[in-house]
């Protein structure tokens, strides 16, 4: 962004420190400061999450020039929108997940006002957050003494001088009143106590710690507020293009030296020599894909049954792991052979396209595996962050797999690809974020086919749950075991006495800690949750 909007009649390369702020823009540096003071200042994220993204949309577009270029593109929009959504979130959840993504869309936000031709979602939080310290140099050093301070301070000390005799005579007065008169008496000794209250809460305001949080919502205001422009991320995306363009001054890895070939024939030779190499390798991982996905879909696919003492956790985890870990370094392989020239080689193009298209469609067979091993261990044991986490990392696999056909097909470069799939990522943050997943794993976990209750699990869960905990709190007597993690990571058996007693002492401390909490610490779901286990007492 041209740092003209903020800075006028100065270039940014100019070192003398001349910069004037505008009075729009330090206005809403102040009220930027203290608005983050009042909403996060000793309070958890809730409401006061989507206050501050709505501030932030809003003082964004009171900032930029009506007909600056950055508002006609389609990530500044997106952007907005997902602030914005992200805020909403926070605001009714409150989750780990909602709070992510608003710093993710706040910081991408201030990025692509930094620089709107970026492309990479990573490239624009990077340049947000390298943009904070030169924001706040600059800042300062545009700060000036005022001028004719010193006629305004003489000014100032001859009329404190006048004053003087009036506030003497006001205190003398003060003194004999209340020696006179009860009652008034009584009346400045009310107005001396509420001064007192006042200057007391004023001093508690004040605290060091409490000034340290002051100085960091203003850098964080000028950090979000003042574009200083950061090149360094799009002079990095500037030498990428969205597709592979045939490089004719040297051919590829294979090449080989003879006296007797022109440049051509070697050219020609190593092509024909890399071409090989490539068929070779996805011939070979065609192949293993092929038994490893009839194996799986044989065993997994249809009537799977764990067969008694077998070990479903190290099935599922080790072998999740090893399946994910071989499908990206699959993907690395393909990306190296379509890398280069190879995408331009028309003898062998076709066959190398179908073979990498097989490989793409095997890929997505065997990410499908993976998910099934996912979904039996879910269904034998329980429902947790990390099962939910490896579904939504399936899902990047399988566009990921999308676009590596994109690649093959129209000759994409690998730095679209990681274009497309850093937006899908937050995308994906955003329907994470838009989950009320605690709800959903309670009422799972808590049904009475299951032996094992992980009862330890469900109470570290936000108060949004305790709804559910307390409708079903019969399923703790009826579960054959009660277990819970402690410290050293594994699961120990705790008793169902213990387990009630964990629980109302959650239920008694919600009840009691809700009310007090200001509106800018709750949420939607904990409004809801208090609303309805209160309508029950």
């Not at 592979?244 to 006296?259: I, K, L, N, Y």
């Not at 067979?365 to 993976?370: I, K, M, R």
């Not at 676009?403 to 937050?426: D, E």
């Not at 699961?491 to 401390?509: D, S, V």
Request: glycine content about 8%; hydrophobic content about 55%; proline content about 4%.
């Amino acid at each position: 962004m041209n740092l003209t909007a903020f800075w006028p009649a100065r270039a940014v390369a100019d070192a003398s420190p001349a910069y004037r702020i505008s009075a729009r823009l330090a206005s809403l540096l102040l009220v930027a400061t203290g608005l983050s003071d009042y909403l996060f200042w000793h309070e958890l994220v809730g409401f006061n999450g989507l206050v501050y993204m709505v501030f932030l949309v809003v003082a964004q577009l009171l900032v930029l020039p009506r007909y600056a270029p950055v508002r006609r593109t389609a990530a500044f929009w997106v952007a907005v929108g997902g602030c914005l959504a992200s805020g909403g979130l926070v605001a009714w959840y409150g989750s780990d997940a909602a709070e992510l993504a608003a710093l993710a869309s706040g910081l991408m936000l201030v990025g692509v006002v930094n620089q709107p031709q970026l492309r990479l979602v990573s490239s624009a939080v990077g340049t947000a957050v390298a943009g904070i310290l030169p924001a706040v140099a600059l800042v300062l050093g545009s700060l000036r003494v005022p001028e004719g301070l010193g006629g305004r301070l003489r000014r100032g000390w001859y009329y404190g001088r006048l004053l003087g005799l009036p506030l003497l005579a006001l205190v003398v007065f003060q003194v004999l009143f209340t020696y006179a008169n009860p009652r008034y008496a009584a009346l400045s000794m009310q107005l001396w106590d509420a001064l007192g209250e006042g200057l007391a809460r004023l001093l508690e305001a004040v605290s060091i710690p409490h000034l340290l949080f002051l100085l960091l919502c203003g850098v964080g205001a000028v950090g979000t507020l003042v574009a200083v422009p950061v090149h360094f991320f799009l002079d990095h995306e500037s030498r990428f293009g969205e597709f592979v363009r045939r490089q004719r001054d040297g051919v590829a890895s294979f090449a080989v030296r003879r006296p007797n070939f022109s440049y051509s024939d070697r050219g020609a030779l190593a092509l024909r020599k890399e071409w090989l190499a490539a068929v070779a390798s996805i011939g070979l991982l065609n192949a293993m894909l092929l038994v490893v996905n009839v194996v799986d879909v044989r065993w997994l696919w249809f009537g799977f049954r764990a067969a008694p003492g077998f070990d479903l956790t190290q099935f599922v985890h080790e072998g999740t792991y090893v399946l994910i870990l071989s499908i990206l370094l699959a993907a690395g392989i393909m990306l190296w052979f379509f890398r280069r020239n190879l995408n331009f080689y028309k003898p062998g193009l076709p066959l190398l396209r179908w073979g990498a298209t097989l490989w793409v469609l095997q890929n997505a067979v065997l990410a499908v595996s993976v998910g099934l091993r996912n979904y039996y261990y879910i269904e034998a044991t329980e429902l947790a962050y990390k099962r939910i986490g490896v579904y939504g990392f399936l899902l990047l696999t399988l566009f990921g797999l999308a676009t590596v056909l994109l690649k093959i097909w129209q000759r994409r470069s690998a730095f679209s690809l990681v274009r497309l799939n850093s937006w899908a990522a937050y995308a994906l943050l955003l329907g994470l974020a838009a989950g009320n997943w605690e709800i959903w794993i309670a009422r799972y976990n808590l049904q009475p086919r299951f032996t094992r209750l992980n009862i330890g699990f469900l109470l570290t869960m936000p108060p949004r749950v305790l709804p559910v905990l307390a409708a079903r709190e019969g399923l703790i007597d009826q579960a054959k075991e009660l277990v819970e993690e402690g410290d050293d990571g594994y699961f120990h058996a705790t008793t169902r006495q213990a387990a009630h007693k964990k629980l109302h002492a959650r239920l008694a401390e919600f009840r009691a800690e809700y009310p007090e909490r200001h509106w800018q610490s709750r949420t939607g779901a904990s409004e809801q949750a208090y609303q309805q286990l209160t309508s029950h007492d």
